[in-house]
């Protein structure tokens, strides 16, 4: 227990060390270009909606059964599946380590402007890098279904169905985590004008 108490707080204490508001900066603009890529044409969503008809990925929905998502990667076809392992996977394989990265400095440096150094609040920086792993883990799920269809790979379906709802859980908690963040030192700078 110790142990992991340890990694906990030496990974936090890393991410607090390196964020500043030059690198949230940065960091969001790392992550707009990856979004961009991965949503946009020619390599993204955009264009493998346009091949497929409307199909979309399994990347992209929250909730799924083993039998909805080898449904979904049947309704890619032939060419959408080669367009997902060739083109969206590679990039899916870069867009974790951007979100994560972008939402880890955001939330240690709002919060570093709003609540004291030692605060174990600060462990909430911790947040996003639960969603990268997901993702990941998610990415190797989805990659050894596209590999091996057309078998059917039933229990990494049922694995990537239960990570998919966590990643989104998490990233969802991790942009709360920023707009309370940020609300949080706005009324503490408020506080304290008001008492000046």
Do not use: H
Request: with cysteine.
């Amino acid at each position: 227990m110790e142990g992991e108490a340890l990694i906990i707080d030496t990974v936090s204490s890393a991410i607090r060390k390196i964020s500043s508001g030059r690198t949230v900066i940065a960091s969001f603009a790392f992550f707009a270009v990856s979004a961009a890529l991965i949503n946009g044409r020619p390599f993204g969503l955009s264009a493998l909606t346009e091949l497929t008809g409307g199909a979309t990925i399994l990347d992209m929905e929250f909730t799924y059964t083993p039998v909805q998502a080898y449904a979904m990667l049947a309704a890619l076809g032939d060419a959408g599946r080669a367009f997902y392992l060739t083109r969206i996977v590679p990039l899916d394989l870069v867009f974790p380590p951007a979100y994560t990265l972008f939402y880890a400095v955001a939330i240690s440096w709002l919060l570093s402007r709003w609540l004291p150094e030692g605060s174990p609040w600060m462990r909430l920086n911790l947040v996003p890098l639960v969603a990268g792993i997901a993702d990941y883990c998610e990415n190797i799920g989805v990659i050894a279904m596209l590999l091996a269809y057309p078998a059917e790979l039933y229990g990494v379906a049922a694995f990537t169905a239960v990570i998919s709802p966590i990643k989104y859980t998490f990233i969802a908690v991790s942009v709360l985590l920023i707009l309370a963040a940020a609300a949080g030192w706005a009324a503490s700078a408020i506080r304290r004008r008001a008492a000046a």
